[in-house]
């Protein structure tokens, strides 16, 4: 037998080993949770700056008298 029917050999038995291993995911990869990627403190902060330049923007456009 030759080296490059021996490879193509094991790489068949790889591959053949594999298929039938398809979609058995280990538990540990999957996701779990709501993990998210970032805090809670770091988000209401987010909140409170978006919200509040929108106030801020309406109550100076009804204070100036509408397109300024």
Do not use: C, H, W
């Amino acid at each position: 037998m030759t080296t490059s029917r021996r490879l193509a050999d094991k790489k068949v038995e790889r591959f053949e080993k594999n298929i039938t291993k398809r979609g058995a995911v280990p538990e540990t990869t999957t996701k779990k949770g709501s993990n998210y990627p970032v805090g809670p403190i770091v988000l209401g902060f987010f909140v409170f700056v978006v919200i509040g330049s929108s106030l801020f923007q309406i109550i100076r456009t009804a204070t100036s008298g509408g397109m300024a």
